[in-house]
């Protein structure tokens, strides 16, 4: 646990990619989602159901955890931010459902590497 603790705080320290903020951004993220799903209301994008359900009246900054690269000398930590409950998380859901839904599928798929071998070989 002291090596795991360590090991993020020397991550999150590295100043060129992250940096502290002194006030949480939070409130500002609601206000600004909610002044987005206001005006997608207003203009007919979503129904006031879908509006409820996307509205986000309190909420958590994302967490970042980190999981060993185990393939790696050393086992360096790679960093995970996770989103859930987060304000924005059920927007990113609703926009990638809709994004999934207009791209058409392939006809086909390639499974492993072992199966791209195949077909070239065909």
Known sequence: RDDYLSNMLTLLADKNTYRVVKKSPINKLISSLHDLLARWRAQD?????????????????????????????????????????????????????IIYKSIPRPDSQIINSTQVVERIDD
Do not use: M, W
């Open 45 to 97: 994008y979503i129904s006031i159901t879908k509006y409820k359900s996307l509205n986000c009246t309190d909420g958590v900054l994302p967490r970042a955890y980190g999981l060993p690269k185990i393939h790696k000398k050393n086992n360096p930590l790679r960093i995970i931010v996770s989103s859930k409950n987060t304000p924005l998380y059920g927007l990113a859901k609703f926009l990638h459902d």
